[in-house]
């Protein structure tokens, strides 16, 4: 099973920045789908940006135009740059990886976005 790492997370104000890293195992990680994730208490888990072995990357709406997903993968690390954030943003955010039929989550990192 892959294993994911993120870090990253943190407190930030209203319109700081932070980017999110998530490290994974496997020697194929170019082939993996990788996305980030984010869940409030009460919430159920939403995508936020995926992107794919190739580079193909969607977002959810509510995070267009503010975040970036990318990935090195001599690294084997995927990111997600998080500009412009706002309160709404606060919550765990998970990295995921789809690989064949598998799926894999990372254990999650807070963001708090609080003045």
């Known amino acids: 099973q892959v294993q994911l790492v993120e870090s990253g997370g943190g407190l930030v104000q209203p319109g700081g920045s932070l980017r999110l890293s998530c490290a994974a195992s496997g020697s194929i990680f170019s082939i993996y789908v990788m996305g980030w994730y984010r869940q409030v208490p009460g919430k159920q888990r939403e995508l936020v940006a995926r992107?794919?072995?190739?580079?193909?990357?969607n977002y959810a709406d509510s995070v267009k135009g503010r975040f970036t997903i990318s990935r090195d993968n001599a690294k084997n690390t995927v990111y997600l740059q998080m500009n412009s954030l706002q309160p709404e943003d606060t919550a765990v955010y998970y990295c995921?990886?789809?690989?064949?039929?598998?799926?894999?989550w990372g254990q999650g990192t807070q963001v708090t976005v609080s003045s």
């Open positions: 992107i794919t072995g190739d580079g193909m990357t």
């Open positions: 995921n990886a789809v690989y064949f039929t598998a799926t894999s």
